[in-house]
């Protein structure tokens, strides 16, 4: 029960945060003119109050459908970052240490491209394929009332990738460094067999909460994503009809699901510790 609570205290605590910050601009254009604001502000916090005529007033026919959209294509980065950086960790552990340096090499260097160059390879590696062979890989943008998912989450998901990996060669040789996988060697198991099954229940504890910062990464880019490939989601539309209203539905549409997915997770990994869940 005391989890719970503080649970939901940061629950609360961050949406007030969200709720405050999303008024501000009636200050800053209240500063700028020489005024102070503070009765249009007290106002704007109030303005979720009732639910259902905020939402009535704000939730436009379509919103709903924007920050699904959005968060279909944040997740499903998400999800094909971190399985392609542990299977390529793996590989690269698997590998002999002149080898393994190279790959890193190789993997630290494309982490310095910018995230705009990427796209924009990646949308002329499509045209280019498309002039010369005649076959259509994917479209570049969206058109009309479709929606694009393969080149966005393909784009969306290689820096974060590349920064998953690195910090899970970190980890893992980190861990393949301890003591209990010398024993695991020395009891003859196979390369292999440490890697997943002793080293990376142990490695994916550390992978997780650091791919924290890898997904507020992935939300800055988000935007310039939807911006380069027209995509319908909610950064764009918040763009088209920026508000404190619609600043407060949009920040929240992703608080509130990455807020639960790690939340959860931390739960799950807390608990599986304090149940004697490694191998050491």
């Known amino acids: 029960m005391k989890g719970f609570s503080k649970w939901l205290l940061q629950l609360v605590v961050g949406f007030i945060g969200i709720l405050l910050i999303s008024g501000l601009p009636i200050l800053i254009m209240g500063f700028q003119q020489g005024e102070f604001r503070w009765k249009e502000y007290g106002e704007h916090l109030v303005i979720l109050f009732p639910l259902s005529d905020f939402l009535d007033a704000n939730y436009g026919p379509h919103i709903g459908q924007y920050i699904i959209y959005s968060l279909e294509i944040l997740f499903l980065a998400?999800?094909?970052?971190?399985?392609?950086?542990?299977?390529?960790?793996?590989?690269?552990?698997?590998?002999?240490?002149?080898?393994?340096?190279?790959?890193?090499?190789?993997?630290?260097?494309?982490?310095?491209?910018?995230?705009?160059?990427?796209?924009?390879?990646?949308?002329?590696?499509?045209?280019?394929?498309?002039?010369?062979?005649?076959?259509?890989?994917?479209?570049?943008?969206?058109?009309?009332?479709?929606?694009?998912?393969?080149?966005p989450v393909f784009c969306l998901m290689i820096l974060p990738m590349i920064q998953l990996y690195r910090l899970s060669m970190l980890t893992f040789e980190a861990e393949e460094r301890k003591m209990y996988v010398e024993l695991a060697k020395s009891l003859g198991f196979k390369k292999l067999i440490i890697l997943l099954v002793h080293i990376f229940r142990n490695a994916i504890i550390s992978i997780f909460f650091q791919s924290k910062k890898t997904m507020w990464f992935m939300l800055s880019n988000l935007f310039i994503l939807e911006l380069m490939f027209n995509m319908p989601g909610i950064m764009l539309h918040l763009r088209d009809n920026i508000s404190g209203e619609v600043f407060l539905i949009t920040v929240c549409s992703f608080f509130l699901p990455v807020f639960l997915l790690y939340s959860f997770g931390e739960w799950y990994f807390v608990r599986r510790l304090n149940r004697g869940g490694a191998f050491e």
């Open 78 to 151: 998400l999800i094909v970052a971190t399985g392609l950086a542990i299977l390529f960790t793996i590989l690269t552990m698997l590998c002999k240490e002149r080898t393994r340096q190279r790959i890193k090499t190789v993997f630290f260097f494309l982490e310095s491209l910018p995230d705009i160059l990427i796209i924009l390879l990646v949308q002329l590696t499509v045209i280019m394929i498309h002039k010369n062979t005649g076959i259509f890989v994917s479209k570049i943008a969206v058109t009309g009332g479709e929606k694009l998912y393969f080149l």
